[in-house]
Every structure is written in structure tokens, then in C-alpha cells.
């Protein structure tokens, strides 16, 4: 299995002979507006993607299957809605079936618990995209479990630290985790995404696993930048096991 963060949640897996994209924001530097509500005034994406333009028709040609944790913006963004081909397999939660048939997505395998699927299992975990009022305007997003050739690879989603987190840590003992930090957030209202010390939780709660902090340096509301995650991880004495890649790095699994 081999890993490659491209930007925010982006990621490219290369499992069991497929190539997989992860929640896709393809779109140029600050193509759309600012997340509204929020400290940071900057249009997003807040950075280009790590490769040219005109690689991406390439790339995405090359793809079997997209896997999509939910629909928000800067995870299915109108770029990769306008450019993925039609017929392409996106495999997602339940709750966005509807939604991304009526983007004219005519292979939209939902995921309800577990999928079978080209050789790979996809187990779908829950998670807390905030707390309260926030977290339900937030509504449903899942993470999932990609297991294949002996490994189990664990994308958490958009979720804060929770007991839904805990419980797929548990329940899978994934060899390899990535979350989505940065402690996105609003004006009002705590983190909808990870912060450092909740990145730090998942670390002590899968001593078995190698973590990876995505999310991060690529949308407006994040609060926290790599230097601030990188710098409290080592604090915590996590960084042997805990990593912040850059965008494009390809992860070592």
C-alpha cells in the first residue's frame, strides 16, 4: 500500500492494484471564497496543488475509484465534480448517495458498514465533525478503514477527537492512521476538525500505529499550522511515530 498526501485531505492510495483519490480539492490557489464565520479573511485554497496544472488531467485518468468521507467543499470540490469522469466509482457514506447521483455520478457505492470492493475492504467508521450546535450543522461524515495486502489503513474524516474515534482505534487496530488536523474552526464555537492534543490522543490510544496529520496550511479556518502541530507532538515525545507531511510527500506505510 503506498500513500501520498496531495493537499488538506487529499490523499492518492495505491492498494491491491487500484489507485484510490481521498476526498479531492483540485481546484487552483484561491479559487473560492473564504469559509464565512471565520478568523482568516484568505480565499481558498489557501495553496496551489503540489504539481502542475496540466499534470492533472493525468492523474486523474490513472484513477479507479474515489473514496469520499463526505461533501464539504474543501473534499469535493466543484473542480473534481466538473473533471472526475461520470462513470468513475465513488465510494461514500450512505447520507451522500443522493447527492452525488444528482452530480450525474452513476457508480455511487455506498458504504454502510462494510464493503467489499477490487480486493479491498472498506469498514466505515463514525465520527464528530464538532460539538453541539456546530457539530450538527456539520452534519454526518465518516472516516474508513482500507484493508488490503495485510494492512489496515485507518482515514479518520473530519472529526475532533471522540468516542467514535476510539471505538474504530479499538475495534481495527489500524497499522497506519491519518487525521485531519489544523482545529478548524469558526467565530463561535470550538474545533470542528483535530487539534494537535487530539491528534496526540489518537497517538497514546494506537501505540501500534503510524499517525499522519493532513488538513493542514490549505483552508481558512484552520487555526493551527504544521510548525504548531509538529511543535506540541514533540512536546508530547510523539514525533517518532507521529508525522506532519508536506503536500505532494508520499507517506511511508
Not at 31 to 54: E, G, K, W
Not at 99 to 106: E, H, N, V
Request: negative net charge; contains cysteine; glycine residues 6%.
Amino acid at each position: 500500500m503506498q500513500v501520498q498526501l496531495i493537499r488538506n485531505a487529499t490523499l492518492l492510495v495505491k492498494v491491491a492494484g487500484k489507485t484510490l483519490l481521498v476526498d479531492p480539492l483540485l481546484a487552483p490557489r484561491f479559487q473560492y471564497d473564504p469559509i464565512p464565520q471565520t478568523a482568516n479573511p484568505v480565499r481558498n485554497p489557501v495553496v496551489d496543488l503540489p504539481f502542475a496544472a496540466a499534470e492533472l488531467p493525468a492523474l486523474l485518468a490513472s484513477l479507479d475509484a474515489v473514496l469520499l468521507t463526505h461533501t464539504h467543499l474543501d473534499h469535493w470540490d466543484t473542480v473534481a465534480q466538473q473533471q472526475l469522469p461520470k462513470d468513475l466509482p465513488i465510494l461514500s457514506q450512505p447520507a451522500d448517495t443522493e447527492t452525488l447521483r444528482a452530480q450525474g455520478f452513476t457508480q455511487v457505492l455506498p458504504i454502510d458498514s462494510q464493503l467489499d470492493w477490487a480486493g479491498i475492504r472498506f469498514y466505515r467508521t463514525g465520527g464528530q465533525h464538532g460539538l453541539g450546535e456546530i457539530g450538527r450543522r456539520m452534519g454526518i461524515v465518516s472516516g474508513f478503514v482500507v484493508e488490503a495486502e495485510g494492512q489496515r489503513l485507518y482515514v479518520a474524516g473530519d472529526t475532533i477527537w471522540c468516542e467514535e474515534v476510539r471505538q474504530a482505534l479499538d475495534l481495527y487496530q489500524p497499522t497506519t492512521i491519518v487525521v485531519n488536523a489544523g482545529a478548524a474552526q469558526f467565530l463561535q464555537g470550538g474545533p470542528i476538525v483535530m487539534t494537535a492534543a487530539d491528534v496526540a490522543q489518537v497517538a497514546q490510544h494506537a501505540p501500534q500505529a503510524t499517525i499522519y496529520a493532513v488538513h493542514l496550511e490549505a483552508v481558512n479556518h484552520c487555526a493551527e499550522d504544521r510548525a504548531t502541530t509538529r511543535a506540541y507532538l514533540s512536546q508530547q515525545g510523539l514525533t517518532a511515530r507521529v508525522h506532519v507531511p508536506a503536500d505532494g510527500q508520499w507517506l511511508t506505510l
